[in-house]
């Protein structure tokens, strides 16, 4: 293997590549499409066509797929060779304009939430030349929309592509007012860190609950699990070092500019963390990602579990998504610069967000929302369900200056000595990170940290995306048309401070009183599941904000709803029917056969020493039981509770039965298991423990 340089990307149709591949014209012509958003010539289609497959057949290439996003949460693909036949008899290998533009791949299994009838099958797949091709063994992935025969989006990418352009439109209009006429494209850029677990394959694959749901649904506490905080940024064990290094390379290859890994808070949890880039790559990036850890993991004899709360009573996974504003000069819009009280244009933009956040609460939660999730959310090591924002001392002391009419006196940067010569000061920063927030500035970004360690990361940026826009956009409504644009961008700046100051909370997410303020006192929104908050995609000003912009047409948002409320059916569903057959079919067998083994022995004692009272084995037998009585009993109620699911009228009524009934008789049914576990012995348990799981690999 060559240096990281040489590695890096080598498997993408990059833009060297395409300065080295295609004509000055050709490449001019497609680095406007890329770059500004112009049509794409067909003739420009051929030729990188063309370009795009000879490269690959030079790396060994044979077929080639449209990559695409469907709304099950994965990716997919359908691969088609590059051969065609010959007149001689023989094949060529051919790739047209038409072939890399247009793909149909069948639509009918995808889920559409009624965007088209379960018989109409045809779908499309068009190529976005934002986001740029890549190898993956011996095909040719290339980006692209999917969409239905009536032009919906079926997918992930379309409407976040929409949401970037919403974006990019209202933020052109405030800098134009600026007097910035040079810019002609501003960007979201994100760096999604993704947290995960690594198990064993060994012991994963003794363990029903994670091979059909990804976590653990029993499981006692071992007896060690993060209280020492020992794992943290710990050293990396040789076998997970190894799968770093691999995933690396691997990631490395297809361009994705994996940076920064080291041990989570939780034994066997890790994290991965990228620079920075837009959006719509981001997220095809992080899908990838997911997608090439789970596959080295196997090479590795290791599991990688991305479910958001895989081991109850141990740290969940999220995923924070870092959020900020760019110009295609590479000036950072969130940037404050020295003096963030004298940079009014980066006030505007912080005003934008702050307003957006608080106006669209519901929809960054909703985008947020999934089964696995709902088990992460407010526990300590997650923000809850409560959205907020986190500005630091020095930005909250500008805000409020800026709203009582005050001049701000910025506070010199402390000095930080520590005590001994040889270590050298430095300046501290004007303010510390809050984990505890959902929504946290750090500097010249946003972390937006309830977002769970599975899940796309394009939901929550169509929704920030669009939500800024429509702040810009009213910004720039009033600011296009004002007398005194001085006094009018004065004014509204404090306005929109003071209409919007209860979404800024700088202080502790994770304490109770925090939530009774946020929800008594400020009237800030706490939907806690899924089914609280997925119907509020539908409400009325959601809808208006998010067709007005062109991000999604009613009918696509009705289908979202319908969607993302059926999978949060379906994995509750299939989870309880796995807790009842492990319950019925190997815990139960292993307590009966464990209490029958401690009769036999009580027994054979009391044959040789009548007077013995053998009362381990009396004890344990009549705790156990108990507990086998009360295990049957709560699956009978778990069974009963799922039959009822068939009477709901709809997706939301069961979501809501779900929610309410199923999940109760669900903790019912592993409260006397986990105690069982606990009594019976190793050699009878049909399943690794959470020791076992938590500290298996080496």
Not at 182 to 207: C, I, N, W
Not at 214 to 232: C, E, I, S, V
Not at 372 to 399: C, T, Y
Request: hydrophobic share 40%; with cysteine.
């Amino acid at each position: 293997m060559g240096g990281i340089p040489e590695l890096f990307g080598s498997m993408v149709f990059d833009d060297r590549v395409m300065k080295a591949t295609l004509s000055a014209n050709v490449y001019q012509s497609l680095r406007k499409t890329i770059d500004e958003g112009l049509a794409l010539d067909v003739e420009v289609a051929n030729a990188v066509a063309e370009a795009m497959k000879d490269w690959a057949v030079s790396k060994g290439v044979t077929h080639f797929t449209h990559w695409f996003q469907p709304l099950t949460g994965i990716t997919a693909e359908k691969h088609d060779s590059f051969i065609a036949p010959s007149p001689d008899g023989g094949v060529i290998m051919e790739f047209s304009g038409k072939e890399l533009i247009k793909g149909e791949p069948d639509a009918s299994s995808f889920p559409s939430g009624g965007l088209r009838a379960t018989f109409e099958a045809r779908g499309y797949t068009a190529w976005d030349p934002t986001s740029y091709a890549f190898i993956k063994g011996t095909t040719l992935c290339i980006p692209t929309a999917f969409c239905s025969y009536t032009g919906e989006a079926l997918d992930k990418k379309t409407p976040l592509l929409r949401s970037m352009e919403a974006l990019n439109r209202q933020a052109l209009r405030i800098l134009r007012l600026f007097g910035n006429d040079e810019v002609k494209r501003v960007s979201a850029s994100v760096g999604p860190e993704q947290e995960y677990f690594l198990v064993t394959r060994e012991m994963y694959d003794q363990r029903p609950d994670l091979r059909f749901t990804g976590r653990t649904l029993f499981g006692a506490p071992a007896p060690k699990g993060q209280q020492m905080d020992d794992h943290y940024f710990g050293v990396i064990k040789p076998r997970v070092a190894a799968f770093m290094a691999e995933l690396n390379e691997e990631l490395w290859k297809l361009g994705i500019l994996a940076k920064t890994e080291h041990n989570e808070v939780a034994p066997a949890q890790h994290e991965l963390a990228p620079i920075y880039t837009t959006t719509n790559v981001a997220t095809d990036h992080n899908q990838l990602t997911m997608e090439i850890m789970q596959r080295v993991a196997a090479k590795h004899g290791l599991v990688c579990l991305l479910h958001e709360k895989p081991f109850a009573g141990v740290n969940g996974s999220g995923k924070h998504n870092n959020w900020s504003i760019a110009t295609d000069s590479g000036q950072n819009l969130l940037s404050p610069g020295d003096t963030p009280g004298e940079n009014v244009q980066f006030l505007l933009f912080l005003c934008a967000v702050i307003k957006a956040v608080d106006d669209f609460q519901d929809l960054l939660r909703l985008a947020t929302a999934t089964a696995g999730n709902d088990h992460r959310l407010g526990a300590n090591e997650a923000p809850p369900a409560v959205v907020s924002i986190f500005l630091g001392d020095e930005l909250n002391a500008v805000l409020e200056a800026i709203e009582n009419d005050e001049p701000y006196v910025g506070a010199e940067k402390a000095q930080m000595r520590l005590g001994v010569d040889v270590l050298p000061p430095f300046s501290r920063d004007t303010t510390d990170r809050n984990r505890t927030s959902p929504f946290a500035f750090t500097g010249n970004k946003f972390e937006f940290r309830m977002l769970g360690s599975s899940n796309s990361i394009a939901c929550v940026n169509i929704m920030l995306n669009t939500a800024v826009a429509e702040s810009l956009k009213i910004f720039a409504d009033r600011l296009e048309g004002a007398e005194d644009f001085e006094q009018t961008l004065h004014e509204m700046i404090k306005r929109t401070i003071r209409d919007h100051r209860r979404i800024i909370f700088n202080g502790n997410g994770y304490d109770d009183a925090w939530i009774e303020e946020a929800v008594e006192k400020r009237g800030l929104l706490n939907y806690r599941t899924t089914p609280d908050c997925m119907p509020h995609l539908l409400d009325d000003k959601n809808v208006r904000m998010l067709t007005s912009h062109g991000v999604f047409t009613l009918s696509e948002l009705k289908s979202r709803t319908e969607i993302m409320l059926e999978n949060y059916c379906n994995v509750v569903e299939i989870e309880a029917a796995t807790m009842r057959e492990m319950a019925l079919s190997q815990i139960l067998p292993a307590v009966e056969s464990y209490v029958a083994e401690l009769a036999a022995a009580a027994a054979a004692k009391r044959s040789v020493a009548p007077s013995l009272a053998c009362a381990y084995e009396a004890e344990t037998v009549v705790r156990l039981s108990e507990l086998a009585d009360r295990i049957f009993q709560a699956s009978e109620e778990l069974g009963e509770a799922m039959a009822s699911l068939e009477q709901a009228s709809d997706v939301v009524e069961r979501s809501r039965k779900i929610c309410d009934e199923v999940l109760a008789k669900m903790d019912a049914l592993r409260t006397p298991a986990d105690e069982a576990e606990t009594l019976t012995s190793r050699k009878h348990w049909p399943f690794p423990t959470y020791g076992d799981l938590l500290f298996g690999v080496d």
